[in-house]
Nanobody, 125 residues
């Protein structure tokens, strides 16, 4: 499996940004997908996850109501729409996939088997 994240950049506080992740190598619709982030000096943390069909989603408390995760199984893509961005959202954002046919379930780093290279999101205040 290969995951390629893109779309990061510099954005002003309060603004929106959408980041994307391209999936290849296996049947995309078999995989629960997630986004994580890691700020300098901090551990990688869960942001959002989406089920195989896209019908179920789950969010970290810190982003719920501001971020939306979605997927397009026809294009093998997963997205993270980020609105009302804050300076504390600044981090490298990583796309991740669970092993095939695992449900949403748990959202720890060790629960996701495949990882992309990350895309930097910087929010200026």
């Amino acid at each position: 499996v290969e995951l390629q994240a893109s779309g990061g950049g510099l954005v002003q506080a309060g603004g929106p940004l959408r980041i994307s992740c391209a999936f290849s190598g296996r049947t995309f619709s078999d995989h629960t997908m997630g986004w994580f982030r890691q700020a300098p000096g901090k551990e990688r943390e869960f942001v959002a996850a989406v089920s195989w069909s896209g019908g179920s989603t789950y969010y970290a408390d810190s982003v719920r109501g501001r971020f939306t995760i979605s997927r397009d199984n026809a294009k093998n893509m997963v997205y993270l729409q980020m609105n009302s961005l804050k300076s504390e959202d600044t981090a490298v954002y990583y796309c991740a996939a669970k092993l095939p046919l695992l449900p949403l379930g748990k959202f720890h780093v060790e629960d996701f088997h495949y990882w992309g290279q990350g895309t930097q999101v910087t929010v200026s205040s």
